[in-house]
């Protein structure tokens, strides 16, 4: 690793990756990642990625985007997002990245609350084959260096504008690295929640160093819960149960047997339902049943979520299967412009770190890795609009001269696991601030039991 680079992406990924690959060949880029390269929730994703189909969707595509988000929507995101999806699919085609097909042409799928049939998909893991391929094209790249097991304890700032990022590399070491621009894409906030389908190192570090520094959040309550992850009494991340297997037809079942529910419904407005129904049965769960999908084979086209089920003792093509809400995507964020700046200079944020304002109050399916890929690339292109506007800050690396130019006292960090607790209840904090104000939707993380 060296003392500076011209840009630091925090997240590997598929916000940081599609950055990465978007930024002059010439940049040299450094990329971390808290864990291994394999523990973004970007490989989780199992739904598929929403695009545009035609001129005439675009009406339908946008009322849908504001509808489930409550009309809390930045319509400039939106209309961003959506006319710049075609863009983002051929890239990621001529990536590598493979999508269903039929007869040569793509197929499309269809998800709560999208009133046509819009979706592309690989199996039921589109993330992983999406994330997996960005990757792959990014460690080709010469100019890229990748850490792993690198946490980002804070930033080095000054006069409101970044000049780094303060490292705990993976042999515990603390070091000042400096750029020209940082791009934060590291992830959402389920590790602090106790049932969640996120891994649980994404705690939402971003956020509890924009709150140290001042750096403008917004909606940090507006956290959204999935109506279905197989129930479990195991301790751990949740196993999603992705809302295509609605989308193909099957139905969720109370304690009797009986159908209580749309299951089309906007995910927040069907965790509610979930909610009252377990309520009412005095259930830990309700019954998800695939018998009633009838045009594809259950096998082929959810094969991990049929494997997954299997080795937990559910067999999926033969019996219901219990499911519960668990915390799963965060709306709410470090709040960013329509080319994903922070109100930080030379600070950028993508992915669900960000509150771009595309989601609303509650995030349309299959819309999330179709908006970190958009506005990450509009970071890096923005970066690369501004690169003459300044030098690369000098580097500094002695304590004393850190602490003289940046307020920086690297003791504070020496405690790790206090540290990191410290900056757990900061976001915690934030949360709960806002949901006194009051919320939007039911939904939101206060009917949710964190860690």
Same mark, same amino acid.
């Given at each position: ?27 040299? =880029? ?89 979706? *592309? ?33 804070? =930033? ?17 070491? *603390? ?98 339902? =979930? ?13 998800? /049943? ?49 080319? /994903? ?12 770190? /960000? ?67 410290? /900056? ?28």
């Amino acid at each position: 690793m060296e003392k500076e680079y011209d840009v630091i992406i925090v997240g590997t990924g598929v916000a940081g990756c599609y950055g990465a690959l978007n930024l002059p060949k010439e940049k040299r =880029i450094l990329m971390i990642t808290k864990a291994s390269l394999e523990e973004s929730d970007s490989f989780l994703a199992q739904g598929g990625i929403c695009v545009l189909k035609s001129e005439e969707d675009y009406d339908s595509f946008f009322e849908d985007t504001l509808k489930a988000g409550h009309y809390e929507n930045r319509k400039e995101s939106v209309d961003i997002m959506i006319r710049s999806s075609h863009s983002v699919i051929e890239d990621l085609i001529g990536y590598g990245v493979e999508f269903a097909m039929e007869d040569g042409e793509l197929v499309f799928t269809r998800e709560a609350a999208h009133s046509t049939n819009r979706i *592309l998909y690989h199996e039921d893991v589109t993330g992983k084959e999406i994330t997996t391929k960005l990757l792959a094209q990014v460690q080709k790249l010469e100019n890229v260096t990748i850490l792993t097991d690198t946490t980002m304890v804070d =930033i080095l700032c000054r006069d409101n504008c970044c000049d780094g990022v303060i490292l705990k590399t993976a042999d515990k070491k *603390l070091t000042p690295v400096f750029a020209h621009d940082v791009l934060w894409a590291c992830g959402g906030i389920g590790g602090v929640y106790k049932n969640s389908t996120n891994f649980p190192h994404l705690t939402g570090d971003a956020l509890a160093i924009a709150i140290r520094h001042g750096i403008q959040l917004e909606h940090v309550n507006y956290v959204q819960i999935h109506p279905t992850t197989l129930y479990s009494k195991k301790k751990g991340r949740r196993f999603l149960i992705s809302e295509s297997v609605r989308g193909e037809g099957a139905v969720l079942y109370n304690k009797d047997g009986e159908r209580f529910v749309n299951e089309l419904l906007p995910r927040d407005l069907l965790t509610n339902e =979930i909610h009252k129904q377990m309520e009412k049965d005095n259930m830990p769960y309700v019954m998800l /049943s695939m018998s009633t999908i009838k045009d594809c084979d259950i096998k082929q086209r959810f094969p991990n979520i049929y494997q997954y089920c299997l080795e937990e003792g559910y067999d999926v093509t033969k019996e219901p299967i219990p499911v519960v809400p668990s915390q799963h995507y965060f709306m709410g964020g470090v709040h960013v412009d329509s080319v /994903s700046k922070t109100t930080m200079d030379h600070l950028y944020a993508a992915g669900e770190t /960000s509150c771009n304002g595309v989601h609303g109050a509650n995030r349309l399916a299959s819309n999330s890795l179709l908006e970190s890929l958009v506005f990450a690339k509009r970071a890096v292109l923005d970066m690369a609009d501004h690169w003459e506007e300044r030098k690369l800050p000098a580097v500094v690396e002695e304590p004393q001269e850190l602490s003289k130019q940046y307020g920086i006292d690297m003791s504070l960090y020496i405690n790790m696991e206090q540290f990191e607790e410290d /900056s757990k209840q900061l976001v915690i904090k934030a949360i709960e601030e806002e949901n006194r104000k009051g919320v939007t939707n039911e939904s939101n993380n206060n009917t949710v039991e964190r860690r």
